[in-house]
């Protein structure tokens, strides 16, 4: 689901840098939040909700909520473009929610901001995807509950490829070649986002990489990354990638309004592609990269998340195990009504109609084979140290290999604080 603010990013990999900043100071929290008793069992629950675009989100939210019996729930539905540094500022104070939804994050469950969810999603872990469990895990327990899968793919003009002749492209130097035959006068070959944030991680994995490995050690910096930049320095000098566009990726109008041919963006926006080009769409994964590379498609989501440093956990964690556990009807309405999403529950998943054939079902057979999930222990120090990695030498020109190194000096010490 995009973002109301058409300035936020809201897709990327990003994590407000002032908020995970917070995070790290989050055991002076105290347990207090200064509210008391409300309706139901005489508890009241707070929830924090970013701003979601699509129509009917933020009335879905408080539906579910009102039709919960054993407590009174009220959602901070925060808009604006810091919705992160909104959440973690409140974290530090006697307003904190009981509540919220976010990203796994390492630094969470090591500074004990998140409740501990084994025990509710233990009866049902066989259901999810196991990956959503996976990425959720520190040390044997599960913190958070997964609310939607997110995959991201490449959107294209079926047509356009057709009068040009292209196929879609398998390769990342096939897309590069793709987006100059697709260039014209009044449209460019590819969008990939304004500051191409969101195909860093997408390009370590199709060029057979990673972020970190199962040691938790850097698994990024290889021959066929540094290879990858470079052709990515090449597209982006191409003239032939859409750049400074009114809305970022998460948004489907650059290719919608026939600003592009080809434009990565998430499954949420599917049913806006297809109400505005009907047949005339197709997608495919990110392409490989070298020739040991493999196509990839990047899952992202919002999860939720209990306040461990609240006053109500139990409440809260009943309300979690209620909705996003027990209530099946409401998490495929939440993953299927605005937007398209995957369930994280198998079970779900598989029945849903709307997932069953076409577009749809190529977006879920897409992520079912080239899937790859955030990793708990990458964090936003690591995100940033990617991000001056792509500005260095794709926007830059710099050398790859000396940006890598630069990188991997960033990463290293973080792993050095989080893992010794």
Known sequence: MSAH???????????????????????????????????????????????YGEPGTEQAIKRYAKAYAKADVTTQW????????????????????????????IQLVRSGQVADLTDL???VEDDFNRADIQSHTVDGKVYGVRMIDDPQFFFYRKSLLEKAGVEPPRTL??????????????????????????????????????????????AYH?????????????????????????????????????????QFCGMWAMPQFQQTLGDDLGIMPFPKVGDAGRPSVYNGGWSMFVNAKGRNVDAAKEYV?????????YQEDWATSYGFHIPPRTSIA???????????????????EYGHFDNIGWTQAMITATEDLFADCVRKGGDPEAALDRCDKTVNAELKKLFG
């Open 5 to 51: 603010s058409s300035t936020w990013d809201r897709r990327s990999i990003l994590r407000a840098a002032a908020g995970l900043a917070a995070a790290g100071a989050l055991g002076a929290c105290g347990s207090n939040n200064g509210r008391g008793g409300g309706s139901g069992s005489g508890k009241r629950l707070v929830q924090y909700f970013h701003a």
């Open 78 to 105: 925060i808009t604006g473009s810091n919705f992160e540094s909104k959440l973690f500022a409140s974290l530090l104070t006697d307003q904190a929610p009981d509540l919220f939804e976010f990203h796994p994050q």
């Open 121 to 123: 999603v233990a009866p």
């Open 173 to 218: 130097d096939e897309l590069v070649e793709a987006a100059a035959r697709l260039t014209t006068s009044e449209v460019k070959g590819l969008f990939l986002g304004n500051d191409l944030h969101a195909v860093i991680n997408p390009l370590f994995w199709s060029a057979g990489a990673d972020t970190l490995d199962e040691k938790n050690q850097i």
């Open 222 to 262: 290889t021959d066929a990354v540094v290879a990858g930049l470079r052709t990515m320095r090449k597209l982006f000098t191409s003239g032939h990638l859409l750049l400074d566009a009114p809305a970022d990726f998460w948004d489907p109008s650059a290719l919608n309004q026939g600003l592009c041919a080809i």
């Open 321 to 329: 195990k209620w909705l996003w556990l027990d209530q099946k009807k």
């Open 350 to 368: 598989k029945s849903t109609g709307k997932l069953k054939s076409g577009l749809p079902a190529e977006g879920v057979r897409l992520f079912d």
